[in-house]
């Protein structure tokens, strides 16, 4: 099966789910087809953990939830060593960050300590826990959550966890037939229940090897990098995206290709990917948040200053 084939079969199944946000579904897909994590970013009863049980669900892969308070503990994510008396020695018990498809409910909610335990994971993906350090299993994925409107009790993710993302998503509201046609399949029964597998593991992570694969002409490389510069010379961006942000732009590009059925990137995969990966790594100026500018906006600003290539023959 191809790599478009495979993406085309999965987004059609969490459609079922998640009704009218074919881009966010396939965003979410991109990421998961680069390796990457997503943060979304949006008010409560739009889906978010729908859409991530979707996922899984339609990936056949084990899914696990992490609901992010205040008291939550480190090892209540990575897992902890309890001693047993019978055999004389420590035994491990893994915690739900040890899955193959985790959900990170209103991460915001957590201390800095406890977001900080996720880092290795989501880089890395391992855990060390008392010097053990277990392999998560693959394919992994960290779809986290959190309320942009609500900020009482919350902890800021710091700039280093949101570089972790690959990309940051806001689902927002249905429109009005898509929000009737919610209504309708929710009748008796959740549409959630009813979704099955659709495509292996085995072909998920053949897929992931597959995005690599995907020609980037030397023209498109520079016009990755040339936007991720902007960022650093905008008057009114204070800090500009990382080479992390070059890496996540340029795969995510690679893999919006792929699922659209060409082996090749072109500018356009660039553009439209963009401010998924970039926004979210920048930090607005103090006289620009004074006047309401967001990230994403800044991010159309450099796109509009920064030269488009020219199509090349390829070799």
């Known amino acids: 099966m191809t790599l478009a084939a495979i993406a085309e079969k999965v ?60 008291d939550i503990l480190p090892s209540d994510i990575t897992g902890v060593s309890i001693y ?24 915001n909610r957590a201390t800095p300590k406890t977001q900080s335990a996720l880092l290795e994971a989501m880089e890395e993906r391992q855990v060390t826990v008392d010097g053990r350090t277990t392999v998560l299993p693959q394919p992994f994925v960290v779809l986290a959550t959190q309320n942009p409107i609500e900020y009482e009790g919350t902890f800021p993710l710091p700039e280093a966890e949101l570089d972790r993302f690959l990309i940051r998503l806001r ?20 549409p959630l229940e009813r979704i099955g597998q659709v495509v292996s593991e085995a072909e998920i992570v053949s897929a992931q090897e597959a995005v690599q694969d995907v020609y980037v002409d030397d023209l498109i490389k520079r016009y990755v990098v040339d936007i991720v510069a902007a960022t650093r010379n905008h008057p009114d961006i204070y800090l500009g995206a990382s080479p992390r942000g070059s890496l996540a732009l ?3 590009s690679q893999a919006r290709a792929a699922v659209a059925g060409r082996d090749f990137v072109v500018p356009d995969d660039v553009k439209a990917m963009a401010k998924d990966t970039l926004a979210h790594r920048i930090i607005v100026s103090p006289s620009a948040r004074i006047r309401n500018v967001e ?17 090349t023959v390829r070799k």
Do not use: W
């Open 171 to 190: 689902l927002g509201y249905p429109g009005t037939d898509a929000e009737l046609e919610i209504l309708d399949a929710q009748r008796k029964q959740h």
């Open 250 to 252: 340029f795969r995510t």
């Open 295 to 311: 990230g994403d906006t800044l991010i159309s600003d450099v796109l509009g200053s920064v030269a488009v290539p020219g199509a």
């Open 84 to 107: 047993n008396q019978k055999s004389g020695e420590f035994e491990f018990r893994p915690g739900p960050v040890i899955a193959q498809v985790v959900l990170a409910d209103e991460i």
């Open 11 to 70: 987004t059609s199944n969490v459609e079922k789910v998640i009704v009218g946000k074919h881009d966010e579904v396939q965003r979410t897909l991109i990421a998961l087809l680069c390796r990457g994590h997503v943060l979304i970013e949006d008010v409560p009863g739009v889906g978010k953990t729908v859409l991530a049980k979707a996922i899984a669900k339609s990936i056949g892969c084990s899914f696990s939830r992490i609901q992010c308070t205040p």
